[in-house]
């Protein structure tokens, strides 16, 4: 079966950075574009990046672009999210997640499976 396994989460201080990853087995990693959402206490899922099925397009909620990276190594099936000048307003669990579709698409809709998340959590 499908299976998307995150790891890399953890407590930072403001200012700091993590990097996050994510494995893919079960499926043709490279006919699915991949996606990093997010949800904090109290609120909806919310959308973060995501990349394309070839890495050469990606697309960035505007609350992280210019902080976050997301990257894609096809050889080794895995998705990762560098966030640096990480905020406590970015805490929150982080779920990677496989499309259905090639290209990015920041429409939770479109991602058929998901990771379990991972915990981030940034103090002040």
């Known amino acids: 079966q499908v299976q998307l396994v995150e790891s890399g989460g953890g407590l930072v201080q403001a200012g700091g950075s993590l990097r996050l990853s994510c494995a893919v087995s079960?499926?043709?990693?490279?006919?699915?574009?991949m996606g990093w959402f997010r949800q904090a206490p109290g609120k909806d899922r919310e959308f973060v990046t995501a990349?394309?099925?070839?890495?050469?397009?990606?697309s960035y909620a505007d609350s992280v672009k210019g902080r976050f990276t997301i990257s894609r190594d096809n050889s080794k099936n895995t998705v990762s999210l560098q966030m640096n000048s990480l905020k406590p307003e970015d805490t929150a669990v982080y779920y990677c997640?496989?499309?259905?579709?090639?290209?990015?698409?920041?429409?939770?809709?479109?991602?058929?499976?998901w990771g379990q998340g991972t915990q981030v959590t940034v103090s002040s």
């Open positions: 079960g499926r043709t990693f490279t006919n699915h574009a």
């Open positions: 997640a496989s499309s259905i579709y090639r290209v990015p698409s920041s429409n939770s809709a479109v991602y058929d499976y």
């Open positions: 990349i394309s099925w070839t890495g050469g397009t990606t």
